[in-house]
């Protein structure tokens, strides 16, 4: 089974991100704003108090934020007492703000650039994760304006390689649905559970503005 790619748009590029990350860190050096969270902080939220819910979850798991902007999920868990995180995006603007913030939060998290499309260079640098967490960076790469599948394609590639057996996938998507992302996922991962995420009722039909989906590696 397939399903249809979406329209390319700039925020596929690399050029709207670097763009963007350089008006933010203005923006937080003129006004303290850290700028934007992606879905909004109930998305995020909601994550993290899943990941707090589980048994088998200690504090010290190593967790990756995948496309991790401003690095504002990592603050939240950096907050709840998790001390093994680190953050990656491939725009060095992106990554020279969240540094800048966990400093002036006195948090320790690392930061580390690099394009998640090149699987073998990430593997190569990154290791292996507890947690692997991605929310809008999926979406981001869906959107490129260029051969979107094949870019889909190579970075979950990237996310299996960064996850062992036991390893969870947690991905949070406001372009995909569920099933989309079943059949796109299907090869690499299985399905562990759904966050729950507000819906809302149209024509007699039930939808979600965002999709939260955990996933373990297929162990073939
Ligand atoms: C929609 S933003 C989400 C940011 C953050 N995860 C959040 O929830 O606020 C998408 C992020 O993915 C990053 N990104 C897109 N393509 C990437 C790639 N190939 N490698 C690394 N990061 C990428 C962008 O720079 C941007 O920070």
Not at 62 to 72: F, Q
Not at 91 to 118: F, G, V
Request: proline letters at 2%; charged letters at 25%; one cysteine or more.
């Amino acid at each position: 089974m397939s399903i249809d790619e979406l329209s390319g748009s700039e925020l596929g590029t690399k050029t709207y991100w670097d763009r963007s990350y350089n008006e933010e860190i203005a923006n937080y050096k003129n006004h303290g704003d850290v700028g934007t969270i992606w879905f909004d902080e109930d998305s995020q939220f909601r994550v993290i108090n899943w990941i707090l819910k589980q048994e088998t979850i200690s504090s010290d798991v190593s967790i990756i934020d995948m496309g991790c902007g401003n690095g504002m999920l990592l603050i939240e868990l950096a907050r709840e007492g998790f001390s093994n995180l680190l953050g990656v995006d491939y725009s060095e603007n992106a990554i020279k703000l969240a540094k800048q913030i966990a400093k002036d939060q006195e948090l320790n998290i690392r930061y580390q650039s690099a394009d998640l499309l090149n699987t073998k260079l990430c593997q190569q640098q990154l290791g292996t994760f507890s947690i692997v967490h991605d929310k809008g960076t999926y979406d981001a790469i869906s959107l490129c304006p260029e051969n979107p599948k094949e870019k889909r394609e190579a970075y979950l590639s990237t996310v299996n390689c960064l996850m062992n057996e036991n390893s969870l996938f947690i991905l949070t998507s406001c372009n995909w649905t569920e099933d989309e992302l079943l059949i796109s996922l299907a090869d690499k991962f299985i399905k562990k559970c759904c966050i729950p995420t507000p819906t809302f009722k149209f024509g007699g039909k039930t939808g979600s503005v965002v999709t939260s989906m955990v996933f373990t590696k297929k162990i073939i």
